[in-house]
């Protein structure tokens, strides 16, 4: 839900919702106040940057007609999207301003780990490859690469897209190993092992691998995550 206000034109609230009072943590006595300059005073102590907010709402008064958007951020990091916009009658008059407050806190912290995230596993030295779920050939199938792949194995990300992780194996890969990976997968369970993987050019390295399932709320199976490191000069 979002919070609404509505401002007439002499800056008098008309219509306010619990909503907008929540947001702005504002005490009853303002909330029953009509005066926008007293809610003004109030923001001016919880938001982080007050002479800009107080700019921009006197701006956007002085220029009715002017639509905006952006985001408001609280000193204790709560972060709100403000849309404002004039309030125009059926007789094309202005009759003041109507603004509206959405809670963005927790979508910004989601965006904000996810980036960090893509950003680790982008500059990660070790090899990530991300499958869906299905073993049978021709799966599983690549949906995802980082750079460290391209640097073991020779294939772009282009290249291994759609591809089965298959395309590694050769001769020297223990089948074995690679039977008790399908058992582990296939339980939904974690693998760790070593192998012997080939290059785009046909050149031979043993491989590390760690491999975990990744389950979405229901518990079932959807991709596999797999971490793998270049152990050959180790051997």
Not at 156 to 184: C, I, Y
Request: charged share 30%; glycine share 6%; no cysteine.
């Amino acid at each position: 839900i979002d919070g609404i206000l509505v401002v007439d034109q002499d800056r008098m609230t008309s219509l306010q919702n619990q909503r907008f009072v929540d947001l702005f943590k504002m005490p009853q006595h303002l909330a029953d106040a009509g005066a926008d300059e007293s809610r003004l005073r109030w923001a001016t102590d919880i938001v982080k940057n007050p002479e800009q907010f107080v700019q921009k709402v006197l701006y956007l008064y002085a220029h009715p007609n002017e639509i905006s958007r952006d985001e408001i951020e609280f000193k204790d990091g709560t972060i709100l999207d403000r849309y404002s916009s004039p309030a125009i009658g059926k007789d094309g008059k202005y009759y003041g301003r109507i603004w509206t407050y959405r809670d963005m806190t927790e979508r910004k912290r989601t965006e904000e780990s996810l980036r960090l995230l893509g950003s680790a596993v982008e500059q990660s030295k070790e090899s990530i490859v991300i499958t869906d779920a299905e073993l049978n050939l021709p799966g599983p199938r690549i949906i995802f690469v980082n750079p460290a792949f391209t640097r073991m194995t020779g294939y772009t990300a282009e290249e291994a897209f759609g591809k089965t992780p298959r395309m590694l194996q050769g001769p020297r890969s223990d089948r074995a190993v690679l039977s008790r990976l399908r058992r582990n997968l296939e339980q939904g369970e974690t693998f760790e092992g070593e192998t012997v993987n080939y290059r785009k050019n046909g050149g031979a390295f043993n491989v590390e691998w760690q491999i975990a399932p990744i389950h979405n709320s229901s518990g079932k199976t959807t991709h596999f995550v797999a971490i793998q490191r270049d152990i050959t000069e180790r051997k």
